[in-house]
């Protein structure tokens, strides 16, 4: 079945870059659109960032925009957020997520921390 695993997240200074990934299985991956996803602690879930099959089309939360970058490669099912210039406001836990099916299917999520 679908199987999403993200990886990469860490702590980082304010300022800092971190490369995430998120590796997929079990379903069609160059049919499908995928998502990165965070969640801060007492906050809802937030969409951060979107790309389309073939990455023709990418879509990023206002508050990312300029600083993340949202890419993929189909030849090795995996979907990648650059993060670039990260602030505290960053900190949450990011997950990965597609809709397959009649499901959502997300990640176990990797925790990224921007503190000085």
């Known amino acids: 079945q679908v199987q999403l695993v993200e990886s990469g997240g860490g702590l980082v200074q304010p300022g800092g870059s971190l490369r995430l990934s998120c590796a997929a299985s079990?379903?069609?991956?160059?049919?499908?659109?995928m998502n990165w996803y965070r969640q801060a602690p007492g906050k809802e879930r937030e969409l951060v960032a979107t790309i389309t099959r073939t990455g023709a089309y990418r879509n990023y939360a206002d508050s990312v925009k300029g600083r993340f970058t949202i890419s993929r490669d189909n030849a090795v099912n995996t979907v990648y957020l650059q993060m670039n210039d990260l602030k505290p406001d960053d900190t949450a836990m990011y997950y990965c997520?597609?809709?397959?099916?009649?499901?959502?299917?997300w990640g176990q999520g990797t925790q990224v921390t921007v503190s000085s």
């Open positions: 997520n597609t809709m397959w099916g009649a499901t959502s299917s």
């Open positions: 079990g379903f069609a991956f160059r049919q499908s659109a």
